[in-house]
C-alpha cells in the first residue's frame, strides 16, 4: 500500500461518523440508454445494512459499480473512504463478495476451494490454508469440507459461497441475496449467520434482498431503491416505528367493533378474520382496549404485528396504500 | 483463543488477519500454478489424471527407448532428431492432451460461474487469462521439452568426449527452441478455443476440431500440390493452413534441416513467418477480448 492508502484506512477505522458505503449521484446507464442507477445519494454506516429492492431496482449494479468491476457513468462512489473508479483494487482487497448465483466448481473440496480463493485475495499459502479452515468453521462446515462440492445441499453451498467471502479478512461483505433457494430453516440459519458475523465479527455488511420481511430482523439499516432511485434509507427502527398493527380478533360483533373504531378514528381494515389498526402511539392502545371494554366483546386475539416491510415499498413507499390495498385485497379475498 | 473455551472446538471467535498481503504480481503467478497443478489433474481426482500422464508417458516413451537403442548400438549414433521428434506421434499426443486439458484450465470456471469470485479480488480483467496463459504454455512446455531432455541425457551419457557432448548441445537447443514455439503458440489457440463453450465435451470438441481439421486440409493439399495437382506452388503455401504445418514451416524457414511435414517453403518462407504471427495473435488476442467481454456477478 502507498502511504496514502494506509492513511485512509486508518481514517476509516478511527472515525466511526465515517460511512462505509458513499454515494453521489451515482448514475449507471447502459448501452441501449437502460437507467439502472439514477443520480443516487446515499451515505451507509458502518452495521448491517439491508439493500432492497425489487428485482431490476439496481441492486446488482450497485454492488457491481462498489467493487470497481463497472464503471459508472457519472457521480461518485466510495467504499471503506476509497474512490470506485481509481482504487478498485484496494476496495477488492478488503472487501468481500458473495454473488447470487451458483458459483461453485462441483468437483474440488470446499478446503481446497476457499484456501485457492484465499490465495486470489492476496494471502500467502499457510495462511491461505488457516483462514479457509477458520472461515469455513465459522459457516458451519466441519468433516463435510473436505468433499466434493457437487455433493452439496443448497444450504451447504450458500455456506461455502459466504466462507469463500470471509476468507481474505473483509472489513466489508457485499452479500447479494444470500438466503436464496434456501428451505426455511436454511434461512434462519443463514440469517442468524449475518448477524453473527455483524456483530462478533465486527465485519460491516451490505445484504442484497428482494425479501424485506425476513431482512428486516436482521439490519440496522435500510436502503430501499426502486427504479435506480433512492426510496428510502434510514435506521429500521426508524422505519418499522411508523408501520406497527395491531390484529383484533372477536368471535362476535366484529362489525359493531369496526364501526366503533372508525368512529374513534382508527380505521380498521378487514385482515384474515379480524381487524388491523394502525398505531401512531401508546393512545391508540387504549383506544382499543376502551373500545374493547365498552362494546364488551368476546376477544379471541389481541396481537401486535409489525407489517411487513415488503408491504411498505410496494407502493412508492406509501404506507397508508399499502395498508389499505392489503385490507381491501384481503375483504374482498 | 483463551483457555476456558477450548471447551469448545467450534467458538473460538473470529481472528482477524495482521500478516502480510501478497500484491498482484504474486496473486496471478499463484493462479499460474494453481492453473498449472490442474492441466496435470493435480489437486483432482485420481480420474482427472489419466489423460495427462498417459499422454506425457506416451511423449517420453520414444526417447526412454531411443536412449537404450544408443547405448546398445556400437556407434551410438542417435536415431530421433530434436527439432522434429517423431512429428506425427508429438501432433496426435498434443491434440490429444491439448483437447483434454484445456477445457480443465478456463473452460470449468464458465460452466461453474466462477469468474465473478476471481474478478471481485484484486486483479485485473486481463490477469486471468495471462495467468492461465502462462500456465497453459508450461504445460506444453513439459509435455515437449521433457522427451527431448530425456533423449539428450540418454545421449550424452554414451558420449566420451567433451566435443561430442557440445556438438549434442548444439543440436539440442534448435529442437528446444522449437519447442518454445510450439507451446507458445498452441497455447493460446487452445484455450481460445477451450473458452468457447462452459461445458467441457463442446470445449473439448472444438480444441479438437480445429487442430484435426485444419492439420488435416492442410495434409491433403500438401499431398494433392506434391503429386503436380496444383504445381509446386500449392504444396508450399498449404501448410499456412494448419498451426502445426506453420511452425514446422517456420522451423524449415529459420534453417531446420531435419525433413517436415511441410515441403521445404523456401521463398514462402516468409508467409509461414506471417502466418505464425497470425496466429498467435488471434489465439492470444482472442482469448484476452473473450475474457474482457464475459460478464461479471
Same mark, same amino acid.
Given at each position: 500500500?502507498?502511504?496514502?492508502?494506509?492513511?485512509?484506512?486508518?481514517?476509516?477505522?478511527?472515525?466511526?461518523?465515517?460511512?462505509?458505503?458513499?454515494?453521489?449521484?451515482?448514475?449507471?446507464?447502459?448501452?441501449?440508454?437502460?437507467?439502472?442507477?439514477?443520480?443516487?445519494?446515499?451515505?451507509?454506516?458502518?452495521?448491517?445494512?439491508?439493500?432492497?429492492?425489487?428485482?431490476?431496482?439496481?441492486?446488482?449494479?450497485?454492488?457491481?459499480?462498489?467493487?470497481?468491476?463497472?464503471?459508472?457513468?457519472?457521480?461518485?462512489?466510495?467504499?471503506?473512504?476509497?474512490?470506485?473508479?481509481?482504487?478498485?483494487?484496494?476496495?477488492?482487497?478488503?472487501?468481500?463478495?458473495?454473488?447470487?448465483?451458483?458459483?461453485?466448481?462441483?468437483?474440488?473440496?470446499?478446503?481446497?476451494?476457499?484456501?485457492?480463493?484465499?490465495?486470489?485475495?492476496?494471502?500467502?499459502?499457510?495462511?491461505?490454508?488457516?483462514?479457509?479452515?477458520?472461515?469455513?468453521?465459522?459457516?458451519?462446515?466441519?468433516?463435510?469440507?473436505?468433499?466434493?462440492?457437487?455433493?452439496?445441499?443448497?444450504?451447504?453451498?450458500?455456506?461455502?459461497?459466504?466462507?469463500? *467471502?470471509? &476468507? @481474505?479478512?473483509? %472489513?466489508? $461483505? +457485499?452479500?447479494?441475496?444470500?438466503?436464496?433457494?434456501?428451505?426455511?430453516?436454511? !434461512?434462519?440459519?443463514?440469517?442468524?449467520?449475518?448477524?453473527?458475523?455483524?456483530?462478533?465479527?465486527?465485519?460491516?455488511?451490505?445484504?442484497?434482498?428482494?425479501?424485506?420481511?425476513?431482512?428486516?430482523?436482521?439490519?440496522?439499516?435500510?436502503?430501499?431503491?426502486?427504479?435506480?432511485?433512492?426510496?428510502?434509507?434510514?435506521?429500521?427502527?426508524?422505519?418499522?416505528?411508523?408501520?406497527?398493527?395491531?390484529?383484533?380478533?372477536?368471535?362476535?360483533?366484529?362489525?359493531?367493533?369496526?364501526?366503533?373504531?372508525?368512529?374513534?378514528?382508527? *380505521?380498521? &381494515? @378487514?385482515?384474515? %378474520?379480524? $381487524? +388491523?389498526?394502525?398505531?401512531?402511539?401508546?393512545?391508540?392502545?387504549?383506544?382499543? !382496549?376502551?373500545?374493547?371494554?365498552?362494546?364488551?366483546?368476546?376477544?379471541?386475539?389481541?396481537?401486535?404485528?409489525?407489517?411487513?416491510?415488503?408491504?411498505?415499498?410496494?407502493?412508492?413507499?406509501?404506507?397508508?396504500?399499502?395498508?389499505?390495498?392489503?385490507?381491501?385485497?384481503?375483504?374482498?379475498? | 483463543?483463551?483457555?476456558?473455551?477450548?471447551?469448545?472446538?467450534?467458538?473460538?471467535?473470529?481472528?482477524?488477519?495482521?500478516?502480510?498481503?501478497?500484491?498482484?504480481?504474486?496473486?496471478?503467478?499463484?493462479?499460474?500454478?494453481?492453473?498449472?497443478?490442474?492441466?496435470?489433474?493435480?489437486?483432482?481426482?485420481?480420474?482427472?489424471?489419466?489423460?495427462?500422464?498417459?499422454?506425457?508417458?506416451?511423449?517420453?516413451?520414444?526417447?526412454?527407448?531411443?536412449?537404450?537403442?544408443?547405448?546398445?548400438?556400437?556407434?551410438?549414433?542417435?536415431?530421433?532428431?530434436?527439432?522434429?521428434?517423431?512429428?506425427?506421434?508429438?501432433?496426435?499426443?498434443?491434440?490429444?492432451?491439448?483437447?483434454?486439458?484445456?477445457?480443465?484450465?478456463?473452460?470449468?470456471?464458465?460452466?461453474?460461474?466462477?469468474?465473478?469470485?476471481?474478478?471481485?479480488?484484486?486483479?485485473?480483467?486481463?490477469?486471468?487469462?495471462?495467468?492461465?496463459?502462462?500456465?497453459?504454455?508450461?504445460?506444453?512446455?513439459?509435455?515437449?521439452?521433457?522427451?527431448?531432455?530425456?533423449?539428450?541425457?540418454?545421449?550424452?551419457?554414451?558420449?566420451?568426449?567433451?566435443?561430442?557432448?557440445?556438438?549434442?548441445?548444439?543440436?539440442?537447443?534448435?529442437?528446444?527452441?522449437?519447442?518454445?514455439?510450439?507451446?507458445?503458440?498452441?497455447?493460446?489457440?487452445?484455450?481460445?478455443?477451450?473458452?468457447?463453450?462452459?461445458?467441457?465435451?463442446?470445449?473439448?470438441?472444438?480444441?479438437?476440431?480445429?487442430?484435426?481439421?485444419?492439420?488435416?486440409?492442410?495434409?491433403?493439399?500438401?499431398?494433392?500440390?506434391?503429386?503436380?495437382?496444383?504445381?509446386?506452388?500449392?504444396?508450399?503455401?498449404?501448410?499456412?493452413?494448419?498451426?502445426?504445418?506453420?511452425?514446422?514451416?517456420?522451423?524449415?524457414?529459420?534453417?531446420?534441416?531435419?525433413?517436415?511435414?511441410?515441403?521445404?517453403?523456401?521463398?514462402?518462407?516468409?508467409?509461414?513467418?506471417?502466418?505464425?504471427?497470425?496466429?498467435?495473435?488471434?489465439?492470444?488476442?482472442?482469448?484476452?477480448?473473450?475474457?474482457?467481454?464475459?460478464?461479471?456477478?
Amino acid at each position: 500500500m502507498t502511504p496514502d492508502g494506509r492513511a485512509a484506512k486508518v481514517d476509516t477505522v478511527t472515525n466511526a461518523q465515517q460511512p462505509v458505503i458513499a454515494a453521489g449521484k451515482l448514475t449507471k446507464r447502459y448501452q441501449g440508454s437502460v437507467l439502472a442507477l439514477d443520480e443516487l445519494t446515499v451515505a451507509i454506516p458502518a452495521g448491517v445494512t439491508a439493500l432492497v429492492g425489487a428485482n431490476g431496482a439496481g441492486k446488482s449494479t450497485l454492488i457491481k459499480i462498489l467493487l470497481g468491476l463497472l464503471p459508472a457513468t457519472s457521480g461518485t462512489a466510495t467504499v471503506l473512504g476509497y474512490d470506485c473508479a481509481t482504487d478498485g483494487s484496494a476496495i477488492r482487497t478488503h472487501t468481500g463478495y458473495m454473488p447470487e448465483h451458483d458459483c461453485l466448481p462441483s468437483d474440488i473440496s470446499a478446503t481446497e476451494f476457499v484456501t485457492h480463493l484465499g490465495r486470489m485475495s492476496g494471502l500467502p499459502a499457510t495462511a491461505a490454508k488457516e483462514r479457509a479452515a477458520d472461515s469455513l468453521r465459522h459457516v458451519g462446515l466441519y468433516e463435510e469440507r473436505y468433499r466434493s462440492m457437487g455433493t452439496y445441499s443448497t444450504g451447504m453451498k450458500q455456506r461455502v459461497k459466504l466462507a469463500q *467471502a470471509l &476468507v @481474505g479478512d473483509p %472489513r466489508l $461483505l +457485499l452479500l447479494d441475496e444470500p438466503t436464496n433457494g434456501l428451505d426455511p430453516a436454511g !434461512r434462519s440459519a443463514m440469517l442468524d449467520l449475518i448477524t453473527r458475523i455483524g456483530s462478533e465479527f465486527g465485519i460491516s455488511i451490505l445484504v442484497a434482498s428482494h425479501l424485506l420481511g425476513e431482512i428486516e430482523q436482521i439490519c440496522d439499516h435500510l436502503v430501499a431503491l426502486d427504479g435506480g432511485r433512492l426510496l428510502r434509507a434510514d435506521t429500521i427502527s426508524a422505519i418499522t416505528r411508523s408501520s406497527e398493527f395491531l390484529l383484533i380478533e372477536v368471535d362476535e360483533g366484529s362489525e359493531l367493533l369496526a364501526a366503533e373504531l372508525d368512529r374513534r378514528g382508527l *380505521a380498521p &381494515v @378487514g385482515y384474515q %378474520r379480524g $381487524l +388491523l389498526v394502525q398505531l401512531a402511539d401508546d393512545a391508540d392502545h387504549d383506544t382499543v !382496549r376502551d373500545v374493547l371494554a365498552d362494546l364488551a366483546l368476546p376477544v379471541n386475539r389481541l396481537e401486535q404485528r409489525r407489517h411487513r416491510l415488503e408491504e411498505l415499498f410496494s407502493d412508492v413507499g406509501s404506507e397508508a396504500v399499502a395498508y389499505e390495498a392489503k385490507g381491501a385485497a384481503d375483504v374482498r379475498g | 483463543m483463551s483457555a476456558d473455551s477450548a471447551g469448545v472446538i467450534h467458538n473460538i471467535g473470529y481472528r482477524s488477519y495482521q500478516g502480510e498481503r501478497l500484491g498482484r504480481p504474486q496473486i496471478v503467478r499463484a493462479l499460474c500454478w494453481y492453473s498449472l497443478r490442474s492441466a496435470f489433474g493435480f489437486g483432482r481426482g485420481a480420474k482427472a489424471k489419466i489423460v495427462p500422464v498417459l499422454t506425457f508417458v506416451v511423449m517420453c516413451v520414444p526417447a526412454v527407448v531411443s536412449a537404450v537403442v544408443i547405448a546398445l548400438s556400437s556407434n551410438h549414433a542417435r536415431p530421433v532428431s530434436y527439432d522434429t521428434y517423431l512429428s506425427a506421434l508429438r501432433i496426435l499426443v498434443l491434440i490429444v492432451f491439448m483437447a483434454a486439458q484445456a477445457p480443465d484450465l478456463v473452460s470449468r470456471d464458465l460452466r461453474s460461474h466462477t469468474l465473478p469470485l476471481y474478478f471481485a479480488r484484486p486483479i485485473k480483467r486481463i490477469d486471468y487469462p495471462a495467468a492461465k496463459l502462462a500456465a497453459f504454455i508450461i504445460a506444453l512446455l513439459v509435455m515437449i521439452e521433457i522427451p527431448l531432455l530425456i533423449l539428450y541425457l540418454g545421449t550424452v551419457t554414451q558420449l566420451h568426449s567433451g566435443s561430442q557432448v557440445w556438438h549434442e548441445t548444439k543440436a539440442l537447443i534448435p529442437g528446444l527452441l522449437v519447442g518454445l514455439a510450439w507451446a507458445v503458440l498452441l497455447a493460446g489457440l487452445a484455450l481460445l478455443f477451450a473458452s468457447f463453450s462452459g461445458r467441457r465435451a463442446y470445449a473439448t470438441g472444438a480444441v479438437a476440431i480445429f487442430f484435426f481439421l485444419t492439420l488435416t486440409l492442410s495434409r491433403v493439399l500438401i499431398q494433392i500440390g506434391q503429386q503436380g495437382g496444383g504445381g509446386q506452388g500449392l504444396a508450399k503455401t498449404a501448410g499456412l493452413i494448419s498451426p502445426f504445418t506453420v511452425l514446422d514451416g517456420v522451423r524449415q524457414w529459420l534453417g531446420g534441416t531435419s525433413p517436415g511435414i511441410v515441403p521445404a517453403p523456401g521463398g514462402e518462407g516468409v508467409l509461414y513467418g506471417l502466418m505464425f504471427v497470425v496466429f498467435l495473435v488471434v489465439g492470444v488476442g482472442g482469448l484476452i477480448a473473450r475474457y474482457r467481454r464475459v460478464g461479471v456477478a
